[in-house]
């Protein structure tokens, strides 16, 4: 059975990097996209972008400037990079599998805060 | 592509049946997933490619709809099932995903 372990940094001051990474268990990253998706606190789900084993990627159009997603295959996982973060991206980010995902990640609560 | 989900928030009791309406701004086909979140958790699918149930999920979630309305209904609501239910259209990126009901006890 698949499980996706992510971590990385919480806590953010403003203009700093977010860098996120996706553990996958259990399973191989070929044939599938592996996706960022983030909810604001008391909001709704915004997806991220998506990435697949290749590295071919897809990115939100409203993030895509300040976005990277990578994968490391030897690694079995794949990152998320969002560079000059500010107040309005603090979120919990999950990984996950697919674009109708079948498999989260446990979440990640980031917070940007001066 | 636009999600609109209808209602935003809803009261029933246990043993309802309820229904959950999704619409999207074009035609996606049957590229819709439907969601169930409850609070501090990550999202579980439901239903996926508009009427298929994920495996393991209860057999009193179904889908419906295709092109622009869909529809998500629970048969018999169960003290598990409130929570909020989001629609997510994968058929072209950016992916999005509707605002979500809010399904409460009556």
């Known amino acids: 059975q698949v499980q996706l372990q992510q971590w990385g940094a919480g806590l953010l001051r403003p203009s700093e990097t977010l860098s996120l990474t996706c553990a996958v268990y259990?399973?191989?990253?070929?044939?599938?996209?592996w996706t960022w998706i983030r909810q604001s606190p008391g909001k709704g789900l915004e997806w991220i972008g998506e990435?697949?084993?290749?590295?071919?990627?897809n990115y939100n159009p409203s993030l895509k400037s300040r976005l990277t997603i990578s994968v490391d295959t030897s690694k079995n996982h794949f990152s998320l990079r969002l560079t000059s973060v500010t107040a309005a991206d603090t979120a919990v980010y999950y990984c996950?599998?697919?674009?109708?995902?079948?498999?989260w990640g446990q979440g990640t609560t980031v917070t940007v805060s001066s | 592509i636009q999600m609109t989900q209808s209602p935003s928030s809803l009261s029933a009791s246990v043993g309802d049946r309820v229904t959950i309406t999704c619409r999207a701004s074009?035609?996606?086909?049957?590229?819709l997933n439907w969601y169930q979140q409850k609070p501090g958790r990550a999202p579980e699918l439901l239903i996926y490619?508009?009427?298929s149930l994920q495996s393991g999920v209860s057999s009193r979630f179904s889908g419906s709809g295709s092109g622009t309305d869909f529809t998500l209904t629970i048969s018999s609501l169960q003290p598990e099932d409130f929570a909020t239910y989001y629609c997510?259209?994968?058929?072209?990126?950016?992916?999005?995903f509707g605002g979500g009901t809010k399904v409460e006890i009556k």
């Open positions: 996950a599998r697919k674009r109708g995902a079948d498999v």
């Open positions: 259990g399973g191989s990253l070929s044939g599938y996209y």
């Open positions: 990435i697949n084993h290749s590295g071919s990627s």
């Open positions: 074009q035609t996606i086909y049957s590229y």
């Open positions: 490619a508009a009427s």
């Open positions: 997510q259209q994968s058929f072209s990126t950016p992916l999005t």
